[in-house]
Nanobody, 112 residues
């Protein structure tokens, strides 16, 4: 059974940075597609960024130029580098593997 564990969330001021991590473990840690989603209170869960096994990336328009998704296959870990954070980035961030496996989420709060 595959497990995904997110970390790196927290409270940051507007304009600040955070790096989220998603460690994948289990019987088969390989992937076709990994992604970060987020869900703010009262909103639906939305795609933030995704990366294919071949390294192709896609970002939501709202985070283009500020967020960077990457993977370290040796560590079975996916990252989301978030720069120039805005209040509207406040949400619980979830990692997803192959569209089916989810982590428990990590809270990101952007506030002064």
């Amino acid at each position: 059974q595959v497990q995904l564990v997110e970390s790196g969330g927290g409270l940051v001021q507007p304009g600040g940075s955070l790096r989220l991590s998603c460690e994948v473990s289990g019987s088969s840690s390989s992937f076709l597609l990994m992604a970060w989603f987020r869900q703010a209170p009262g909103n639906q869960r939305e795609l933030v960024a995704r990366i294919s096994a071949g390294g192709t990336t896609k970002y939501a328009d709202s985070v283009k130029g500020r967020f960077t998704i990457s993977t370290d296959n040796a560590k079975n870990t996916m990252y989301l580098q978030m720069n120039n954070l805005k209040a509207e980035d406040t949400a619980v961030y979830y990692c997803n593997r192959n569209g089916g496996d989810w982590g428990q989420g990590t809270q990101v709060t952007v506030s002064s």
